[in-house]
């Protein structure tokens, strides 16, 4: 059955070889390529390409794969399954290296091209817009499966997998939405470059598809080509990060935290309203205003906490109307400056003048600054973070032998020490292109940095955070071992909720979201809402979360470039994150020993009694 | 004297899409599945029947025709209730988390019908306007949609369905002890899937309901909460038909009242709003009585 599957897979990857664009040298503004393939380029459109480009090597590469997959096609009815491993191991890496060999050639090629037509005197590179394309990327991701194949053909395969389900669920369940959001795509939108285009072909219309789907992620996962690019993906990251940690700090605790968004408008009401009006010393003011922001969170999603403990009112519900009840808090406070009360006029004073729903500005001590003027103030690279990283790290893993308090007050003393030492030490100076300034990635990152290493920290260091993870798993065996349910409901939905609290942060005292100091009534709260895919993405663990909202941030920067570019709105990434949700609750459709720990376990226990049963058949004692 | 005769008929058209998409819901969570997709499902039967009547009229040139919004509204329950059977494969056959799977559907339902809409009209938040809305019928003194007075007549339609007929009795066994119901020879799985799906078809309706009834287009998110309130007056009306009935009764006319205090001088628009979602919570919290869910709600069922 599984080798059926096998031959399928091959065969569907050569019928895509045959049909898809290999490569694209070059590519119009609206889209239209000259698509490369083995079997002739396809040019609806009529681009022409510099002389001398030629890409006779595409066939031999092409002649090479198809011999590749009809030897993985033999090898796996092999009987001998230590060979078979063997042999499918070589070809995987056979065929990476095939797909570096074409990327070198494509790549080299193109730069040739350029530098002729740069030499001949052109003023720019006539080439500006190209990459290798699916056909390619195929013959990638078969190499890549023919080694997970290969490792699934030794002892213990199985096992392997389901060890790394927390990897294997998200990247599967990530892989699927992307292929249905291919297929949204496809369906909605015409094929590159054939629109109005008479007499083609259907091998064109179905190469004008492929193109359009390559190109969409090709332009989704783009941010992470160029320095601003990944500036914007970080910032949008930052709000995901803090509402990622706060459902999944929900999570651990057995809660669904759907009020991330109303936390976070609370958050950042809370934020404001220090920012704005509080007259403390400049050195206190911006700590202040950051704490405020984490008690407005907090609060908002402590009473939900709460209400669960006290009358057993369902969290899943509550949280959702306070979102909109905060939703209407914010529009109170922001959207006009007179009310009338039973006819009595009430005056606020928050609004700023103008049409917009805005407060006013955040004071200057209150403000985050950006992370550009961190990492270099005026120009010149300043040595301070990159220094307390370091010596924060350095001294973190130097300090193995102290217990963990003092081990991370060590720590903190080291980052401040190395922060202060980094910033005394001549900088280098740099120019900043506008393309990087402009970019709204502030000092929020880094406090969400430190939100995730509170939540590592707290979660699995403390015995608090295990009481809290116990409740999650077990409620009543953890209050038969003494935990007091009740008082972790509120205590997690507090924290849970000043994590999202924590991202207004970046809108409000970092200017994240547009560039200016101010509460807006457009804050984007619906993050919160994005903060369950993170969760769920990065199964509730820290690093994954930080690499689930990095994945969202860039795709959420890339979704900006899509909309420009081919006309698909950047809700596309709202639906990709529904998919992500649904397919991960549903385990990616894998087998049930991938997502119930308890047949998990099972399937470890197996593999490893199998390999003690082999390891005694090999080494027999001696006279038995 | 006239107040009230607007506050009256106001309060029918705002309770109508929350007591068709409770009364979904009642099937659904009486047969063990919690859905909180109703939200969703509103806007994706909103999305559909909005985009279909379009589609008729500009297709046929504008027609104006009696059969047309009935489309819109079948079109709307069916896509409802294909969302439905989504939610139900999901949570059925492989055992997801309900209200996980339940929330991907309300971020579907959030930036789908953006992408249609960008495709069909260049534009991210709404559809054209459509001139074939469903009929209204006269009251004597006033007008309503038909669809408000269908919602009402279902009300002991869906009572009579689930307490005095075999098939309602089995919904609910199957909702309070799916096991015992196996063993009488029920299938568990079946009752559940009809149960979802035709939840997500009421909801559709509710939908359709609000684009092509109460308005004449669809707004991106326009349920504004009605899916969540439907949810709170099933809690609130004890899974029962007549309890939900008045509950979103209630919460209906919570919402009329901020329609009317809008622009007055006794209370700011904004702080009305949000009256119904505070009552929501004053409701969950106990305050006005108790209310004990289907005992199996919420669990997949394994055989």
């Known amino acids: 059955m599984g080798r059926y599957l096998f031959l399928l897979t091959g065969l569907i990857v050569l019928v895509l070889m045959i049909l898809s664009p290999w490569a694209v040298p070059m590519r119009e503004f609206d889209g239209t390529g000259y698509l490369l393939n083995p079997l002739g380029a396809m040019n609806p459109k009529g681009l022409t390409l510099p002389e001398g480009l030629s890409f006779g090597w595409l066939g031999v590469v092409f002649a090479l794969w198809v011999l590749l997959l009809l030897a993985a096609s033999v090898v796996v009815f092999l009987p001998d399954a230590a060979i078979r491993a063997r042999a499918l191991y070589v070809l995987g890496g056979l065929g990476l290296a095939l797909f570096a060999l074409e990327a070198y050639l494509f790549y080299q090629a193109i730069a040739a091209a350029n530098e002729a037509a740069l030499a001949a005197g052109a003023r720019r590179p006539p080439l500006r817009r190209y990459a290798l394309s699916l056909g390619a990327y195929l013959g990638l991701f078969y190499s890549l499966g023919l080694l997970l194949v290969a490792r699934m053909q030794l002892p213990g395969g199985r096992a392997f997998l389901v060890r790394l389900r927390g990897v294997v669920v998200p990247v599967v369940s990530l892989l699927l939405a992307v292929v249905v959001g291919a297929g949204v795509v496809a369906i909605l939108r015409p094929g590159l470059g054939t629109q109005g285009v008479e007499g083609l072909g259907l091998r064109e219309l179905i190469a004008g598809k492929l193109d359009l789907v390559t190109y969409t992620f090709q332009i989704l996962f783009s941010p992470i080509l160029n320095l601003p690019g990944i500036f914007n993906s970080l910032s949008f990251a930052t709000p995901l990060i803090f509402t990622g940690l706060a459902v999944a700090f929900g999570f651990r605790a057995g809660l669904f935290n759907i009020g991330a968004p109303g936390q976070l408008t609370i958050g950042a009401l809370f934020a404001m309203l220090a920012g704005v009006y509080l007259p403390l010393p400049g050195w206190l003011l911006l700590p202040v205003a950051i704490l405020a922001a984490a008690l407005g969170g907090a609060l908002w999603g402590g009473l939900v906490g709460w209400l669960k403990a006290r009358f057993g009112a369902n969290e899943v519900i509550n949280t959702i109307m306070m979102n909109y009840i905060a939703a209407s808090v914010l529009l109170f406070m922001l959207a006009a400056n007179e009310y009338s009360f039973f006819g009595n006029k009430v005056t606020l004073p928050f609004k700023a003048e103008g049409f917009e ?36 790290i350095g001294v973190y893993y130097a300090l193995r032998q102290l217990e963990l308090g003092k081990r991370l007050l060590a720590t903190l003393a080291a980052l401040l020490a190395g922060y202060w030492l980094g910033g005394a030490l001549p900088g280098i100076p740099v120019t900043i292109s506008s393309a990087l300034s402009s970019q709204l990635l502030n000092g929020s990152f880094l406090i969400a940095v430190l939100a995730l290493l509170f939540y ?31 008082r972790k409901m509120i205590l997690a939905m507090f924290i849970s909720g000043a994590l999202a609290g924590l991202a207004a942060t970046h809108y409000v005292l970092g200017a994240g979201m547009d560039g200016t100091y101010r509460l807006k009534t457009a804050i984007p709260s619906s993050v919160g809402f994005d903060g369950i895919a993170v969760a769920l993405m990065g199964q509730n663990t820290p690093l994954g979360i930080f690499l689930s909202a990095t994945l969202f941030g860039v795709l959420l920067a890339g979704g900006v470039s899509l909309n420009a570019q081919l006309g698909i709105s950047n809700q596309i990434i709202q639906v990709l994150q529904a998919l992500i949700i649904l397919f991960i609750a549903v385990g990616g459709f894998l087998p049930r020993y991938f997502t119930d720990p308890l047949r998990a376990a099972q399937v470890e226990t197996e593999a490893k009694a199998e390999q003690e049963a082999r390891q005694a058949k090999s080494s027999p004692i001696a006279g038995d | 004297m006239e107040l009230i005769i607007a506050l009256f008929f106001s309060t029918l058209r705002q309770a109508a899409p929350l007591l068709l998409t409770a009364l979904g819901g009642l099937f659904s969570e009486r047969s063990g599945v919690v859905n909180i997709a109703l939200e969703g499902m509103i806007l994706f039967g909103a999305a559909a029947a909005a985009i279909t009547v379009n589609r008729i009229e500009v297709a046929t040139g504008g027609l104006e025709a009696f059969w047309i919004p009935w489309v819109g509204l079948l079109v709307g329950a069916i896509v409802g209730g294909l969302v439905g059977l989504i939610h139900a494969i999901a949570s059925i056959k492989y055992r997801a988390d309900q209200i996980v799977s339940g929330t991907a559907i309300n971020i579907a339902a959030l930036g789908a019908p953006s992408i249609v809409l960008q495709v069909l009209y260049n534009n991210t938040s709404t559809s054209q306007e459509v001139n074939n809305r469903l009929p209204l019928v006269n009251l004597g003194i006033g007008e309503v949609s038909v669809l408000v007075l269908i919602a009402f007549l279902l009300v002991p339609v869906v009572w009579w369905v689930l307490f005095k007929t075999p098939w309602g009795l089995r919904l609910r066994a199957v909702g309070e002890h799916p096991e015992a119901a196996e063993t009488m020879g029920v299938n568990v799985i079946r009752m559940r899937y009809t149960a979802v799906i035709l939840s997500g078809m009421l909801a559709g309706i509710a939908g359709a309901y609000l684009s092509i009834g109460f308005l004449n287009q669809f707004i991106r998110a326009m349920s504004a909460g009605a899916g969540f309130i439907a949810l709170a007056a099933l809690i609130f009306g004890k899974w029962h038909p007549f309890g939900v009935l008045g509950a979103t009764l209630l919460f209906g006319f919570a919402q009329a009242l901020a329609i009317q205090l809008q622009g007055g001088d006794i209370l700011p628009a904004t702080i009305v709003q949000a009256l119904p979602f505070i009552l929501t919570m004053l409701v969950l919290a106990g305050f006005i009585g108790r209310s004990r869910p289907p005992a199996a709600v919420g669990k997949p069922y394994d055989k």
């Open chain 1, 357 to 392: 729903g805005r407060s006013e500005e955040i004071q200057e001590a209150a403000r985050i600054p950006s992370m550009i003027n961190i990492l270099a103030p005026n120009s010149t690279f300043s040595w301070a973070l990159p220094l307390a990283v370091v010596a924060a």
């Open chain 1, 456 to 486: 590592n920290f707290y979660l699995f260091r403390t015995s608090g955070g295990y009481e809290l993870r116990a409740t999650g798993l077990a409620p009543k065996a953890a209050e038969y071992a003494g935990v007091n349910l009740r």
